[in-house]
């Protein structure tokens, strides 16, 4: 089969590295699958880097739709089975292309938590859909009650690369750039920052539990940018001693292993990536009971707090520094179903398998 998948996105995100992680799948698997992105954005630049081939195009603004005509004219060329897009401006043009008749199957996928904005205008631009694709159940429920037609949707969980997210020994170098002192014992929180991921919770836990084991050597490491939005929190609650604030990195995958405990509560999250890159890399987790995020942590890898709720939040870091037993026994759970359930190849091999369908049949089109 012939596919292509189109991503407008500028910057470097979760969907974003989905969308990559699928592509490389699919080339790595022999099948055609190419790859179509906003002209000088990260994907581009990162796809071509990986071998993809990419076909860049002004997709932001006016700009966006002069590339109508001519991205109609490639997919006809290349005589495309399958276009699948991921944003909700990128989908509208697909729509457009489709009407043109240069392509069969339309297939998007929904990355986001939130109900569609314009009720039943956007549910227009998904009547052309075969399928769309939710990265989590809590997502398949969104769109169900946004009344897209359950036939069309399948969910399939976003993923992470298991070979690259792994258990690893701690490097001395490493540990000292992050901040961390030896012995101690590090909470670790990876993400945009943004005031959704409950930044503010975790400081304000972290506080309570400097308090309460004066004699526990612990710090509390954050990546992500935009960290100055907290400086000001970290200062009122005089934290700033035991608190690092590593900025963007990009071998996260090197750094999961210095936590021991991940924690991620976010106030609202469509699936929760980051979460299973530490279960992937053996770090027992702790996240919050909202949107997709429990469909990945269970209890025999980590714990679910409320969101906002400081006394849970604080408990629950407790009960693990209380048993480092738990914590390994935690640790090694969670790769194991991260290898099992979140890995690349079950996001590529889930698809295809929709692609298969798609082209056989099975899903009837509607």
């Known amino acids: 089969m012939n596919i292509v998948h189109i991503d407008r996105q500028r910057g470097w995100t979760g969907q974003t590295n989905r969308t990559l992680q699928v592509v490389m799948g699919l080339k790595a698997s022999g099948w ?3 790859l179509i992105a906003h002209q000088g954005g990260a994907l581009a630049e990162r796809a071509t880097a990986a071998g993809i081939d990419v076909h860049e195009m002004p997709l932001y603004g006016t700009a966006m739709y002069a590339s109508i005509v001519p991205l109609a004219k490639l997919l006809r060329l290349k005589r495309v089975d399958v276009l699948h897009c991921h944003g909700a401006r990128d989908h ?3 729509v457009l292309v489709k009407r043109a008749g240069s392509v069969r199957h339309l297939v998007r996928t929904r990355h986001n938590y939130m109900h569609l904005r314009s009720g039943a205008l956007s549910r227009l631009v998904f009547r052309p859909c075969s399928a769309v694709v939710t990265v989590s159940d809590y997502v398949k429920r969104l769109s169900l009650e946004d009344r897209i037609d359950e036939r069309k949707l399948r969910t399939i969980h976003d993923a992470v690369d298991v070979e690259r997210f792994q258990p690893r020994r701690r490097s001395r170098t490493l540990a000292a750039e992050l901040g961390i002192q030896a012995s ?3 909470i670790g929180h990876v993400s945009s920052l943004a005031d959704s991921k409950g930044v503010d919770t975790l400081l304000k836990a972290m506080k309570r ?4 084991n004066a004699d526990y050597r612990l710090r509390c490491v954050l990546l992500g940018s935009g960290h100055e939005r907290w400086k000001a929190l970290v200062d009122e609650l005089c934290i700033s001693d035991r608190v690092s604030f590593a900025g963007h990195r990009s071998d996260v995958h090197a750094v999961l292993p210095h936590f021991d ?6 106030r609202q999250e469509a699936f ?4 299973i890159e530490a279960m992937s ?4 987790v ?3 009971n909202v949107g997709g995020m429990p469909e990945s942590i269970t209890p025999d890898c980590g714990l679910i707090v409320p969101p906002d709720d400081v006394d849970a939040l604080t408990s629950a870091i407790q009960a693990l520094l209380d048993d480092p037993t738990r914590r390994e026994t935690m640790g090694k759970a969670g790769r194991l179903r991260a290898v099992e359930h979140f890995s690349t190849t079950a996001l590529v091999e889930q698809t295809k398998q929709l692609y298969c369908e798609l082209r056989d049949g099975s899903i009837p089109r509607m």
């Open 32 to 34: 055609q699958a190419d």
């Open 184 to 186: 101690e014992v590090v």
């Open 261 to 266: 405990i991940f924690v991620m509560v976010s």
């Open 209 to 212: 539990l400097f308090h309460r």
């Open 281 to 284: 890399a053996g770090v027992p």
């Open 286 to 288: 702790i996240g919050s």
């Open 272 to 275: 929760g990536t980051a979460v």
């Open 92 to 94: 509208l043009l697909s």
